[in-house]
């Protein structure tokens, strides 16, 4: 089945960055927008960035506009989302999602597929 696998999370320190990364495998990749999301303990999940089939349109949530960037490699079947000026606000079980349709990506609803989501720990 799909696979959805994040890595490069971990333990930083305010003003530090981090690249998460989701591999995608047994999915058509160039058929799916590609979504990140965030959840911080007691809180309910929220979107932080998605980026469209071809990559060729990206959203982002206010909180992270100028201070993240989400990126895809086709050739990889990997989306990226590199995380620069972290902030301890930043930290949440971070997931990525693929969804078959390019609408409505800062939503939960347009995803098909989720990972199983990576820690982003940022200390003060």
């Known amino acids: 089945q799909v696979q959805l696998v994040e890595s490069g999370g971990g333990l930083v320190q305010a003003g530090d960055s981090l690249r998460l990364s989701c591999a995608a495998s047994?999915?058509?990749?160039?058929?799916?927008?590609m979504g990140w999301f965030r959840q911080a303990p007691g809180k309910e999940r929220n979107f932080v960035a998605a980026i469209t089939w071809s990559g060729g349109t990206t959203y982002y949530a206010d909180s992270v506009k100028g201070r993240f960037t989400i990126s895809r490699d086709a050739a990889k079947n990997t989306v990226y989302l590199q995380m620069n000026s972290l902030k301890p606000e930043d930290t949440a079980v971070y997931s990525c999602?693929?969804?078959?349709?390019?609408?409505?990506?800062?939503?939960?609803?347009?995803?098909?597929?989720w990972g199983q989501g990576i820690q982003v720990t940022v200390s003060s």
């Open positions: 047994r999915l058509n990749f160039s058929g799916y927008a």
């Open positions: 999602a693929a969804s078959p349709v390019n609408r409505g990506l800062s939503r939960d609803l347009p995803y098909q597929y």
